[in-house]
C-alpha cells in the first residue's frame, strides 16, 4: 500500500478541476450500496463504480474499478465485489466508499500531468495513454505557465501524433480541445502552488472534446 497523506481521492480531485473549467467525466461518491444504486439509476446506465480511499493510489491493480455497469443489480454487485477485494488487499485501508460516474465512450486515451522539478518548478507532461507511454515513455515536458502556443508544440511532438490525427478508421482527436485543456491545467496549477503533483490518465480524446475520466491530484 503506498501511503500517500496529501492524495485527494478522484471525486475530490475532480471537484477542483471542474472548478477550474476542466473537463472531467463526473464522479459522485457512495457510502453504501443503496446510495451507490440510486446514484446509478440517477445518473443513468452504464456506470463506472471505483473504490473512494486516499490509501488506494492504483485503483484498478487490485480490482477497485468496475467497468460498463449496465444496471441497477449488476452496479449493486460491484460495489460489494469492489469493497472485498479492496478490503483483502489492503486491510487496512480506509475507504470512504466508492465513487460513481457514467462510462464514458471509447475515445483516443491521453494523459496530462504536473510534477515539480527543484529547478524549473512546475512542469507539464503530455503523452498517450495506456502501453504507449508506460513502455515506450513517448511524452513532451514544458515548464509552467505553458501557453496555447506551447500546448500546440508539446502534442505535436510525441512520436504517436499520428494516432492523433486518426489511423485505421479510428476517429481523430481534436487538437484544439487538447491545447486548451493543457493550457487550463497549466493555469490551474499556477494558482494552486500548493498542488505537488496532479495526474490526468487517462483523458478521452474525441473529434470533438476530450474529458478527463480519471484524476488525482497531491497535496504538497
Ligand atoms: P486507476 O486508479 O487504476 O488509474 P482509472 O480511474 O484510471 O483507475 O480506471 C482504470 C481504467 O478504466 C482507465 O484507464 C480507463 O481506461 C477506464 N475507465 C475509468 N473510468 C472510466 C469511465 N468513466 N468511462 C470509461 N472508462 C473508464
Ligand atoms: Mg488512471
Do not use: C, W
Not at 63 to 85: D, P
Not at 116 to 136: A, N, R, T
Not at 201 to 216: H, L, Q
Amino acid at each position: 500500500m503506498v501511503k500517500s497523506q496529501n492524495l485527494l481521492t478522484e471525486v475530490e480531485s475532480k471537484a477542483l478541476l471542474k472548478k477550474a473549467g476542466i473537463p472531467i467525466v463526473e464522479a459522485k461518491l457512495a457510502r453504501s450500496k443503496k446510495e451507490a444504486i440510486s446514484i446509478s439509476n440517477e445518473m443513468g446506465f452504464p456506470v463506472v463504480l471505483k473504490i473512494s480511499s486516499t490509501d488506494v493510489v492504483h485503483k484498478s491493480d487490485s480490482g477497485g474499478v468496475k467497468l460498463g455497469l449496465a444496471n441497477a443489480t449488476q452496479a449493486g454487485k460491484a460495489y460489494s465485489e469492489i469493497l472485498s477485494s479492496i478490503k483483502r488487499a489492503y486491510p487496512q485501508a480506509q475507504i470512504d466508499g466508492v465513487s460513481v460516474q457514467p462510462m464514458a465512450a471509447p475515445g483516443v486515451e491521453v494523459i496530462v500531468g504536473m510534477s515539480k522539478d527543484p529547478q524549473f518548478g512546475p512542469v507539464l507532461m503530455f503523452g498517450l495513454g495506456g502501453i504507449l507511454v508506460e513502455v515506450l515513455k513517448d511524452v513532451s515536458f514544458r515548464i509552467v505557465p505553458v501557453t496555447a502556443r506551447d500546448a500546440k508544440a508539446m502534442i505535436r511532438e510525441i512520436k504517436g501524433y499520428p494516432v492523433l490525427e486518426g489511423y485505421r478508421g479510428q476517429k481523430p482527436a481534436s487538437i484544439p480541445a487538447l491545447e486548451k485543456l493543457i493550457v487550463k491545467v497549466s493555469q490551474f496549477v499556477e494558482k494552486n502552488p500548493q498542488i505537488r503533483e496532479l495526474d490526468l490518465n487517462p483523458i478521452f480524446a474525441y473529434s470533438d472534446k476530450a474529458v478527463a475520466v480519471d484524476a488525482r491530484i497531491i497535496l504538497e
